[in-house]
């Protein structure tokens, strides 16, 4: 289903409504393109038609790996402490940095490597632009951990994309243990999406970045599609990169072992899924969080 003109912009999937609301079931495609398209074979395509998400070993090769950590720290270490780009734990320590394709041209290129952007090309069946980009850290013992959520709630209440033709690619910088806060998944949850309740406070993003309470579902409604769909956790070793849909139901514990756990985490968004006005918030967000005057993905980041 492609979404066009005025009905581009309507409210297909309504949510931080005032009372409990029933679950909407997708009325898109999981899965745009073709086995013809892109170097995924069509197991790959039904895994994430099927699930919603689909692990890649090797997508960045081991020489990519340790200059991409450096790159991570060196960001950190510069970073102006009044930079929004920024994100800390209430500790004091980096959690975030957004737009890391904008301030490093070895991050900007990782987005165009063959394993990388062809594979959203393939996805999403279309030309794609990057919605938001940032690289997350988990370090050992004061890491906190992401609470269940969809990110499409978000990006539809608070950025205004019309429909749920995103999909995210996060790699992996160090290995993924099922104990150092690994990401788990609801498979098959995308396919659902489920109304938070709660209107959305000014300036959201400012507190959900660090503790999301707003557009998460309740805990009935977690149970309930957790009995449905069953948790998986992904692990593996760096390099990996878990492509996962946009209304995947998803969420991370904290890490309290010594291992850090560090990812490159690129959304891509179809050029014919560009934004409206948000459908749940006063004002969009900031164009680091979500990006309505995009640049095609080949095109140069840095600035």
Do not use: K
């Not at 495609?29 to 919603?52: F, I, M, Y």
């Not at 969809?150 to 790699?171: K, N, Q, Y």
């Not at 010594?258 to 164009?287: D, K």
């Amino acid at each position: 289903m492609s979404l066009d003109g005025a009905d581009r912009c309507h409210d297909h999937y309504p949510t931080r409504v005032a009372q409990a609301a029933e679950p909407i079931a997708r009325i898109e495609p999981v899965v745009w393109g073709s086995e013809q398209d892109g170097p995924l074979d069509d197991h790959e395509l039904r895994t994430v038609a099927d699930t919603g998400y689909l692990v890649r070993p090797g997508t960045l090769e081991p020489n990519w790996l340790q200059p991409l950590r450096e790159e991570l720290q060196h960001l950190g270490s510069r970073a102006a402490q009044d930079d929004p780009r920024i994100i800390r734990e209430p500790s004091g320590g980096l959690r975030s940095v957004f737009e890391p394709h904008r301030l490093s041209d070895l991050i900007a290129e990782v987005v165009t490597v063959d394993t990388v952007l062809p594979v959203a090309r393939q996805l999403l069946g279309s030309e794609v632009y990057i919605h938001q980009a940032r690289l997350n850290l988990m370090p050992g013992f004061r890491g906190s951990g992401f609470y269940w959520h969809s990110d499409f709630e978000t990006w539809h209440a608070e950025d205004g994309m019309p429909s749920m033709r995103a999909v995210s690619c996060s790699i992996a910088l160090t290995e993924n243990y099922p104990y150092n806060g690994a990401l788990m998944v609801m498979p098959g949850s995308h396919q659902t999406f489920y109304p938070c309740v709660g209107a959305t406070p000014h300036n959201h993003h400012e507190a959900s970045l660090v503790r999301q309470e707003i557009g998460v579902p309740d805990e009935a409604t977690l149970t309930t599609a957790a009995h449905r769909h069953g948790i998986e956790q992904v692990t593996g070793p760096a390099g990996t990169a878990l492509w996962f849909d946009s209304n995947m139901m998803h969420g991370s514990a904290s890490n309290i072992t010594p291992f850090p756990r560090s990812n490159i985490f690129l959304v891509f968004n179809s050029v014919e899924n560009r934004l409206c006005e948000p459908f749940a918030s006063a004002a969009p967000r900031p164009e680091y969080l979500a990006a309505r005057t995009p640049q095609l993905a080949e095109s140069s980041f840095v600035s």
